[in-house]
């Protein structure tokens, strides 16, 4: 059993074959399939869409915190509610801290915020937690050894001096396309959460602090005296971080005055348009927050209409729980939720309600499409039209291809189940050919941007947590063979064997594949399975056989699969968790076997008995786990909806393929 399910449905030793697996009206599949249907459609929004909770670890929630400090704009009723999830997450009986993912290690960054965070909302640091996270952050080298974004964050509640913190002049915004370092050749979340942070960089704000709230007890040598705040990687990154005290010490005291209010100005001229309303600048919290500080130290007044809806943006984040504590998402996921759940009901059921909330949520996603505002994408494909779909509500200057795959996908099957071939033709063809217009060189498809390959910039200092691009991935690769495979236009032949072609080249020599956005060798197995399928790929082919081979061998006991975030560090643990199951791995893998018509095979049978026997009353499953990455190594986020629609998909697809191979 898997034992972060909270109710076990059933206990598969008492039943039958036939009860579990028959076709009878009331077998044990049908009654969870049933459940798990009335428990998503119950969770759809009026408009048609499904929205799922986003958690990642305690660093946006510590931050919201420091962030109403450094604006002196505290609401003290949502910081205790923050303080509360905080203290929770806390790993006391453990390592003391913070990690970057449920079950991780100690992560010193992460503590350092939290602690800040609880100490700023008024936390005796002689309390008990505190004197932990204390005691563990200066066995860890004290707050001096935290991450860039920490360092430039304690810069500016002045706990470290600026010399802590890598140099990002505003200038940047004045450098020519061509040079080695341009905002185009980064990702866009580096890139919107850059250009307004070099403002607060370069003219050295500081936080308001109206409580006078420091951490001088977290360094183990004093900040100011403090000599050693960068670590010396490679040659590259020698040269990058000599060149950074060259810059800092030379060129910035001598920069004219009247060039500095011109790069701020671009700077501005930058974000401003990219605000995007209540949904927030990349519909992130890290730009909302550099967007607003800077608004304030450039001396937009509290009441300005742009000051006044990011703020509102960054507010919306936040989810209040039952048991009075709250915490702020990274970003919400609308889009993502809504594609699959609706791909989800359609192995469900084919009555009229469940059909009609199918019918709902394609309404709700056409009206999403981006057809008229070409966003930073365009530098590298000017002539392209536009016709993305985001992963937030609305995000229209970084749509997100892997959505759009889905998307697509999903408004061509759902116009076919009804008959209406023709229908959504201008959405999909849109969809597809702004999709193909951004396939990069090596055939590969990234989240939102081609050829963002400038690997050269993960040795700058800024870039020590090593997110600073978007290449191509094997997940969304996958995921765009799939909708290119189940669209079937003539004209994307090319670009659907160019991309398969391109995962030929990074299949792991086990047979797996890598996840960028979802944990991680199961998911990222699932995806390129999947894709490759649709695409019309032999099932019998030497990569395919060997990546279901490797699938199998990572089954554990239980029937099911998991795997630990750890594998994004240790390879050897790839698709592994040390026996632990979790319902979403599990799901993967069976509607990885199941794309290749595994249907009848022992593992797939042993794992739906695990998602059989770790329903919850409530029709969903349930695990504590982070299940993505934000950032490999880096940074990591919960979907909730992972464990709601993946698991029904696996049941209700299994039902459908064993009911088609008996008719």
């Excluded at 969870?32 to 946006?60: K, N, P, V």
């Excluded at 009441?303 to 509102?312: E, K, V």
Aim: with cysteine; hydrophobic share 40%.
């Amino acid at each position: 059993m898997n034992p972060f399910s909270k109710t076990a449905t059933v206990a598969t030793d008492d039943l039958s074959t036939r009860d579990l697996f028959g076709s009878a009206k009331n077998s044990t599949m049908d009654q969870a399939i049933e459940r798990g249907r009335a428990a998503l459609l119950g969770r759809q929004h009026e408009d048609g869409h499904w929205c799922f909770e986003l958690e990642s670890d305690c660093t946006i929630t510590a931050e919201y915190i420091l962030m109403m400090h450094y604006m002196d704009d505290i609401d003290d009723v949502l910081q205790e509610k923050m303080a509360r999830y905080l203290r929770a997450t806390q790993v006391k009986d453990g390592h003391g801290g913070w990690s970057q993912y449920y079950g991780g290690d100690l992560d010193l960054s992460c503590t350092i915020k939290g602690y800040y965070a609880l100490k700023a909302a008024g936390d005796d640091p002689e309390a008990e937690h505190m004197r932990i996270a204390r005691k563990a952050i200066l066995a860890h080298g004290g707050a001096a050894k935290a991450n860039v974004f920490t360092r430039i964050l304690l810069a500016l509640f002045e706990q470290v001096p600026w010399r802590a913190t890598p140099y990002v002049p505003v200038e940047i915004m004045l450098l020519p396309r061509w040079f080695p370092f341009h905002i185009d050749k980064i990702s866009y979340w580096a890139r919107t959460t850059l250009v307004p942070l070099t403002i607060l960089c370069s003219l050295k704000a500081k936080a308001a602090n109206p409580r006078k709230v420091h951490i001088r007890e977290l360094f183990v040598t004093p900040p100011e005296q403090e000599r050693h705040y960068f670590l010396c990687g490679g040659l590259l990154n020698r040269t990058f971080l000599a060149v950074d005290k060259i810059a800092r010490a030379i060129i910035d005291p001598f920069i004219p005055k009247s060039v500095r209010q011109r790069a701020v100005k671009k700077a501005v001229d930058w974000f401003m348009p990219r605000l995007n309303g209540e949904d927030g600048i990349g519909a992130i919290f890290p730009p909302m927050v550099n967007s607003l500080e800077a608004m304030a130290l450039l001396g937009y007044p509290k009441d300005h209409p742009a000051r006044q809806t990011c703020l509102r943006s960054i507010q919306k984040l936040v989810v209040h729980r039952a048991d009075g504590s709250a915490y702020c998402q990274p970003c919400v996921s609308p889009i993502w939720d809504t594609v699959w759940s609706a791909l989800t009901l359609m192995h469900t059921s084919d009555d009229a309600h469940t059909q009609g909330a199918i019918d709902k949520s394609i309404d709700w996603l056409v009206s999403k499409q981006e057809l008229e505002l070409k966003g930073d994408w365009a530098v590298r494909a000017p002539d392209l039209k536009p016709g993305g779909w985001a992963f937030q509500y609305n995000n229209a200057y970084y749509p997100d291809i892997d959505d759009t795959a889905v998307a697509a996908a999903l408004l061509h099957i759902q116009d076919r189940r009804r008959g209406e071939p023709g229908r959504h033709r201008v959405n999909i063809d849109r969809a597809a050919d702004w999709m193909i217009g951004l396939q990069s060189k090596n055939g590969g498809f990234a989240a939102f941007d081609a050829d963002n390959t400038y690997y050269y910039l993960n040795a700058i200092p800024f870039a020590d947590h090593g997110a600073l691009l978007d290449p191509p991935t094997e997940d969304v690769s996958g995921r765009v063979i799939a909708a290119l495979g189940v669209l079937d236009r003539p004209q994307d032949r090319e670009a659907l064997r160019r991309s398969v072609d391109y995962l030929r080249t990074t299949q792991l020599e086990d047979g797996s594949f890598w996840g960028r956005w979802g944990s991680n060798y199961i998911y990222g197995t699932w995806s390129v399975l999947a894709g490759l399928a649709l695409a019309g790929e032999d099932p019998k082919q030497p990569m395919i056989r060997k990546a279901v081979e490797w699938l199998r061998s990572r089954q554990n006991t239980d029937g099911g699969w998991g795997e630990t975030n750890n594998s994004y560090i240790d390879p050897a643990l790839r698709g592994s968790h040390g026996g632990m199951s979790t319902s979403q791995s599990t799901a993967w893998a069976l509607l990885a076997q199941m794309a290749i018509g595994e249907v009848d095979s022992e593992s797939v049978r042993r794992g739906i008995e695990f998602l059989l026997a770790n329903q919850q009353s409530d029709g969903f499953w349930s695990n504590p786990m982070h299940n993505a990455p934000g950032f490999p190594r880096v940074y990591y986020l919960k979907y909730h909806g992972y464990t709601a629609y993946f698991p029904l998909w696996a049941l209700s697809r299994y039902r459908q393929l064993l009911s088609s191979a008996a008719a």
